[in-house]
């Protein structure tokens, strides 16, 4: 499936991100970055020397076998790792789709390459393409869809470690995963900072949206540099928070559940390979992804997904869309009714709180209007 609400190759899942260009001053994520290479190289001499254990968990590689395994309560720290595919039904656009993707459709910006939108020094000159794409896509004109609120019920029953999502579209905030439960690892529209190394202001949501749709270009109120949603683009480094969390969940992790991503973005990507060899992995989506090249499996580059080799084990590959691989779970697990109630309940509550918003706006505007004008003088017979 293609990704949407992810930002481009470094957010997008279909063309590989470089690893961060320069440390961090943070030096957690300079450890981070070498412990992932010990990690890699402890894989590769552990794959091709045959050392290590692979226990098989699942009794059989299907969503029923997965689904059994949850109830056996064996299953207790679920990571999920998703893209863009999980906010598609939300009506948020992916980015590579033939005509109906994001960049099938900025020619209206006169952009020297679709990806220059995303690009951290074509934005310094020139903000406004960013800025008119942002205000159609901002968060919190779309809800949370059913695989949203299916994270939300695995944190509910306790079952779920961290989602690490590539999104920015915040949809797993509103449906109720707060930041602990989160690792937005391409960023996110919660927070702003002023571009300023020397100044680094933060606003919130309010502001940015203030901003953004009375059509101004944000700039600091401190310094009057431009101020930039904390997404990452091209030619940024990825939160430090991404490296430091995954070294300490990934070894934890009993069940990892990836939705709606292709799995060609690193380091993203490469997360799928940082859980034990005995740990169950479960894809939902539109197709496989994520799996080992053969040649590279020869040479002893492990952790791609195998879904249908002799030697499969622990990889299921439930094609569907998200909300409906949810739904089917769901049933399984003998959620399925709790789940759509819980989306029914949710969504009806958001469109009330729109409603109460819009005739709130709609209120102050009658007002100031009847206040600010005065009444036409009779004209005179």
Not at 3 to 8: F, G, I, N, R, T
Not at 120 to 141: M, N, S, T
Not at 186 to 199: E, K, L, Q, R
Request: hydrophobic share 35%.
């Amino acid at each position: 499936m293609s990704d949407a609400s992810e930002l481009p190759k470094s957010k997008e899942e279909e063309e590989v991100t470089p690893e961060p260009e320069e440390p961090s001053d943070d030096s957690s994520e300079e450890e981070a970055a070498g412990d992932t290479e010990m990690d890699f190289l402890r894989n590769l001499f552990s794959s091709t020397l045959g050392l290590g254990s692979a226990d098989k968990v699942l009794d059989e590689l299907t969503l029923d076998g997965v689904a059994r395994y949850i109830k056996s309560g064996k299953c207790k720290n679920i990571i999920c790792m998703v893209g863009a595919g999980i906010s598609t039904s939300a009506g948020i656009p992916d980015f590579r789709s033939p005509g109906t993707g994001l960049y099938a459709n900025l020619q209206k910006y006169n952009l020297p390459y679709p990806e220059a939108i995303f690009q951290i020094d074509y934005f310094k000159k020139h903000p406004e393409p960013f800025f008119a794409l942002a205000k159609e896509l901002y968060p919190g004109q779309f809800k949370p869809t059913i695989c949203h609120y299916f994270m939300k019920m695995l944190k509910d029953k306790g079952l779920l470690k961290r989602c690490y999502t590539q999104n920015i579209d915040t949809l797993e905030r509103v449906a109720g995963l707060e930041g602990d439960d989160l690792i937005e690892a391409h960023g996110t529209f919660y927070t702003s900072h002023c571009v300023s190394f020397c100044c680094r202001k933060e606003y919130n949501l309010d502001w940015m949206k203030e901003k953004i749709f009375s059509d101004d270009i944000p700039r600091c109120d401190k310094c009057s540099s431009l101020v930039k949603p904390d997404i990452v683009f091209f030619g940024e480094n990825l939160p430090v928070r991404f490296f430091t969390s995954m070294k300490m969940d990934f070894p934890r992790c009993d069940l990892l559940i990836v939705m709606g991503t292709s799995l060609q973005v690193q380091p993203f990507a490469g997360l799928v390979g940082r859980v034990s060899k005995s740990c169950p992995r479960l894809l939902i989506n539109m197709e496989k992804a994520g799996q080992a090249d053969p040649l590279f499996g020869l040479l002893g580059f492990g952790g791609g997904m195998d879904f249908d080799s002799d030697k499969a084990y622990r990889d299921v590959a439930h094609i569907s869309t998200c909300d409906d691989g949810c739904l089917a779970l769901a049933d399984l697990l003998g959620w399925k009714v709790e789940l759509e109630e819980l989306v029914k309940q949710e969504h009806a509550q958001i469109d009330s709180q729109d409603k109460k918003e819009k005739a709130g706006g709609k209120s102050e505007a009658a007002k100031s209007s009847s206040a600010s004008v005065a009444p036409e003088p009779k004209k005179e017979e």
